[in-house]
């Protein structure tokens, strides 16, 4: 078995096909009981130093924008499209799903690229998973899309500076974030605010209100 098949096992193993309460339009293989899959993943992945299976849950902030972009396709129809960060792949299958152009999910944990192509198929739709650190580079794209990706302080501090960059050059730049300490709110501008059920074995609470943001060109 080679390790992609390896590692596409590991995640029809330990995940079940099941849809996210605030996004039921979308399928996804996730995890049944939080807790003991992160143990069992941190497990199998620690020899090889890959991080734990953010992939594997549908995070209130990748709900939120995924919400917002099946509700308002626009955003994406006919558009190139980037999902930063896509775990799972739940904003990249609802960019597929809006009409988007052409989707491109970076995520660089290659058990998420199993997971997402998994997930892809399970929606009837396909696109690019790519396991490769791209922040700072250019894109070739309309729209970033990032759920959910201002939980750490040194991951923000790289993220801010490279969408300021996209966003002067004319991409737009839209962030799910359900109250994550290190966003840069005077960065952005308000699109829409959801209340996302969430499980109190990776939130700190039932529902987690999340907003929808623009990043602002020279903000």
């Not at 003991?36 to 902030?61: C, N, R, S, V």
Request: hydrophobic share 50%; proline share 7%; net charge negative.
């Amino acid at each position: 078995m080679s390790e992609r098949q390896r590692r596409r096992a590991f995640v029809l193993a330990n995940t079940a096909p099941l849809r996210p309460p605030h996004v039921p339009d979308i399928v996804l293989r996730l995890a049944h009981e939080a807790h003991e899959l992160w143990l069992k993943t941190e497990e199998e992945l620690e020899a090889i130093g890959l991080p734990p299976p953010f992939w594997a849950f549908a995070w209130a902030g990748g709900q939120g924008l995924a919400r917002h972009v099946l509700d308002h396709p626009a955003l994406v129809a006919g558009r190139r499209v980037v999902d930063l960060a896509s775990g799972s792949g739940l904003v990249a299958i609802a960019a597929a799903k809006a009409g988007a152009a052409c989707v491109t999910a970076l995520d660089i944990d290659p058990f998420a690229r199993e997971a997402a192509t998994l997930n892809a198929a399970e929606n009837g739709v396909a696109f690019e998973v790519v396991s490769e650190d791209r922040i700072g580079a250019a894109l070739d794209a309309d729209v970033l899309l990032a759920g959910d990706v201002f939980y750490d302080k040194g991951f923000a501090a790289r993220l801010a500076p490279w969408f300021d960059e996209l966003a002067a050059g004319g991409i737009e730049v839209v962030v799910g974030d359900p109250g994550r300490a290190y966003l840069p709110t005077a960065r952005v501008e308000r699109l829409a605010t959801y209340e996302v059920p969430v499980t109190r074995a990776l939130e700190d609470a039932d529902v987690k209100p999340t907003t929808v943001w623009r990043w602002r060109p020279g903000a």
